[in-house]
C-alpha cells in the first residue's frame, strides 16, 4: 500500500512510498482510509520530541486520525463489520493513519457521523477527544462556569470552544484580528484580540483555563483563575502524574517532576490546580461526539485539503500555526 513514512527522526523527513499492508490482529479493524487530518502531534513525532516517552520503531507511518471503511475484522471484534463508515484516533503505540488502510483497534474506533462527508470526519477525532478529555472529564465544566480557550481558530480551540457551550458554559477565547468575527460565530462569549489586547488584564474570575500555547501565557494564565480555579494545559509542562500513567523510567520521572514543578507551585500557591491531559484514544466518547455532530451540536472546521501525495506540505502548512480549525489529507 501507499504511505507516508518516516526511516529516521528530523524536522523534514518523511516521504511517501510503497510499505507492506498491515496485519489484522484478533481485535483489529482493517480500515480503508479515505482520509487523514494533521495534528502538531505528526510533527513532533517526526521530529522525534516525543521518543523517550512513544518509543516507535522505524519506519514509522505518520498519521493520528483517520475516517474510512471497514474492510475486514478480526475473530474477537463485535462492534463492527466489513462496510461500516468509521472514524476515530488509533491508540498512540499503533498510529500510522497516512496511508491506504490501518489496523485500528475496535476500541478506537466509532461510526462516523452520518450527516458529514469523509474529510469533515476525519478532522474531528483527535481533537474532540482532546477537548472531551479536557473539558468534560478533568475540568467536569458545569452549566454556567466561565472557561476561556486559548487560540480558539486552532484545532482544538475551535472544537473546544463548541463543546464548552454545549455544556453551558460561558466562553472566553484568544484569537488574531482576522479570526476575531469566525471564533464569535463559533460560540464564544467574550474573544481577545491577543494582537491587541493582554488576556490577563481583561478577563478575571475564570473557572478553567484550556492552555494550547506556550509558557509565557500558561503563567499568565493563572490570573484569569478564580481561587479554586484549574488550569489544564496540552501543550505542556506534563506532570508526575502523567509520567506516572505513561509508566515512564525513574529518570524520566524526575525529569517531568522538575519541568512542572514551577507551575505547579505557582498554582498552589493561589489556591489552583494545575493539570496536564494528554489525549487517549477512546472509541466510547468518540461515539458521544458521533451524536454530538448529527444534533448539529458540533461541527467540524476543514481549513484546506491536501492530496496523500503532497503529506510532507501539509505538514509544513500546520507547522506556520496559522491554521483556522484542521488541515485535511485525501487518502481516496
Ligand atoms: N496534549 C494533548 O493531548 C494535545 C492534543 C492536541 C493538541 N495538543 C497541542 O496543542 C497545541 C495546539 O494544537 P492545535 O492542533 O489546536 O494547533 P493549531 O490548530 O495548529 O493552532 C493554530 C492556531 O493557533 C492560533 N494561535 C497561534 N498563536 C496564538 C496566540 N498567541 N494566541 C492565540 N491563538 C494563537 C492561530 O491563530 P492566529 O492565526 O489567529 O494566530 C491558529 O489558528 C499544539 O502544541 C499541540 O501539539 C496537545
Known amino acids: 500500500m501507499k504511505a507516508f513514512f518516516i526511516d529516521r527522526y528530523g524536522k523534514d523527513t518523511g516521504r511517501i512510498g510503497e510499505v507492506p499492508d498491515p496485519q489484522v490482529g484478533p481485535n483489529d ?23 523517550a516517552i512513544l518509543p516507535y520503531s522505524l519506519p514509522l507511518i505518520l498519521g493520528n486520525d483517520l475516517a474510512g471503511v471497514v474492510l475486514r475484522v478480526g475473530s474477537a471484534v463485535r462492534r463492527f463489520q466489513p462496510g461500516d463508515e468509521v472514524y476515530g484516533r488509533p491508540p498512540q503505540a499503533r498510529i500510522g493513519t497516512f496511508a491506504e488502510l490501518v489496523c485500528v483497534n475496535e476500541q478506537a474506533l466509532a461510526l462516523k457521523p452520518r450527516n458529514i462527508g469523509m474529510q469533515a470526519a476525519a478532522s474531528i477525532p483527535l481533537v474532540a477527544l482532546t477537548s472531551w478529555q479536557v473539558l468534560v472529564e478533568t475540568a467536569r465544566l458545569q452549566k454556567g462556569q466561565k472557561v476561556l480557550i486559548h487560540a480558539g481558530s486552532g484545532g482544538v480551540g475551535s472544537l ?5 457551550k454545549h455544556l453551558g458554559a460561558f466562553v472566553a477565547t484568544t484569537t488574531s484580528t482576522d479570526n476575531v468575527e469566525w471564533v464569535k460565530a463559533l460560540g464564544a462569549d467574550v474573544v481577545i484580540d491577543y494582537r491587541k489586547q493582554d488576556f490577563a488584564q481583561v478577563l478575571q474570575g475564570y473557572d478553567v483555563v484550556l492552555n494550547s500555547l506556550g509558557a509565557d501565557v500558561l503563567e499568565k494564565s493563572l490570573k484569569v483563575l478564580r481561587p479554586g480555579g484549574q488550569l489544564i494545559s496540552i501543550s505542556g509542562p506534563p506532570t508526575p502524574q502523567f509520567a506516572e500513567e505513561q509508566g515512564l523510567s525513574w529518570v524520566l520521572r524526575q525529569a517531568v517532576r522538575l519541568l512542572s514543578s514551577g507551575i505547579r507551585r505557582k498554582a498552589r500557591s493561589r489556591n489552583l490546580r494545575y493539570a496536564f491531559v494528554f489525549m487517549r484514544a477512546q472509541g466510547a466518547q468518540l461515539g458521544e461526539i458521533t451524536s454530538l455532530v448529527e444534533a448539529g451540536v458540533i461541527r467540524p472546521v476543514v481549513d484546506r485539503s491536501f492530496p496523500l501525495e503532497a503529506t510532507a506540505d501539509a505538514l509544513a502548512y500546520v507547522e506556520q500555526g496559522r491554521a483556522k480549525g484542521k488541515v485535511v489529507i485525501e487518502v481516496r
Open 29 to 51: 479493524v482493517l480500515v480503508q482510509v479515505h482520509a487523514a487530518s494533521v495534528n502538531l502531534l505528526d510533527s513532533k513525532i517526526r521530529a522525534g520530541e516525543f521518543k
Open 160 to 164: 473546544a470552544i463548541q463543546l464548552a
